[in-house]
């Protein structure tokens, strides 16, 4: 039992993803892993083997957006037409899988901050599971309805020539980053019902590390094999963040 939030700052994102391998093999946590592991095993692994059969088809497409004067400049184009297409393929499934398995990730981050801290966690049976499902799956909507615009104003760039291909890909990515920190750190944030922009505003206070954390998040997920294990990784290291970081300060603004 650790109560980590006396930790310096200076432990980044990438850390707390290495810290979430860790977390998820502690005895008492495993078994809440598996439900959040064998969902996101069906979901992007089956979207997976579904891309892979395309991807060709729609990287030519990207490709064929490329103005004759930059045809030139296409082998260097061509990765960042796959990452593009990868970036926005597993975010967008990604987000499928946490919606689906959202009451599982909560319910995985409850006990581990309670392993984390010391402190019992609630008693938490299958009826309370149920009775909160749709809390928390509005919190996912909410989630949803802020990513939407900003992804279809993303997507917009595509279209543009020259931009498209280049600029795109990087706003994506940093996008992606960004969003990913929000989907996973939101877990315990929303277990003390800390609303939604307050966890925003939490995650801005350390923008350089929830982008670190939310990037690795998006390079792994894009990784064959690795990206069936890491939702349950992610939601362990943005536990640990939780812990070590913003626990104490919203804890007492609860108590006030």
């Known amino acids: ?120 966690a609630p008693d938490t049976g299958i009826f309370d599971l149920i009775k909160d499902t749709p809390r928390i799956l509005k919190r996912e909507v909410v989630k949803i309805l802020y990513y939407i615009p900003r992804a279809i104003v993303l997507l917009l760039l595509y279209f543009i020539p020259a931009i498209g291909q280049t600029v795109a890909p990087i706003i994506w990515f940093i996008f992606s980053a960004w969003m990913l920190a929000i989907q996973y750190c939101d877990y315990p944030f929303d277990n003390h019902k800390v609303s939604f922009g307050n966890m925003r505003n939490a995650l801005r206070q350390d923008k350089i590390d929830n982008f670190q954390f939310g990037a690795l998040v998006s390079i792994l997920t894009m990784i064959p094999v690795i990206n069936l294990f890491i939702m349950p990784i992610a939601v362990c290291g943005a536990t640990a963040m939780w812990v070590d970081r913003y626990r104490a300060q919203h804890i007492l603004k609860n108590m006030c």
Do not use: C
């Open 1 to 120: 039992m650790t109560n980590s939030t006396k930790l310096p700052k200076h432990l980044g994102g990438f850390y707390y993803i290495t810290r979430g391998w860790h977390l998820v093999t502690l005895p008492g946590i495993k078994r809440f892993v598996l439900l959040p592991l064998l969902a996101n095993m069906l979901l992007i692994g089956g979207s997976f083997w579904w891309l892979y059969q395309r991807l060709g088809d729609w990287i030519q497409w990207t490709l064929s957006k490329i103005p004759d004067w930059m045809q030139w400049l296409s082998y260097l184009l061509w990765p960042l037409a796959v990452i593009s297409i990868m970036l926005i393929f597993t975010y967008f499934f990604s987000t499928l899988a946490n919606f689906i398995a959202s009451p599982f990730n909560g319910l995985l981050a409850e006990k581990l901050e309670a392993k984390l801290t010391g402190q019992p």
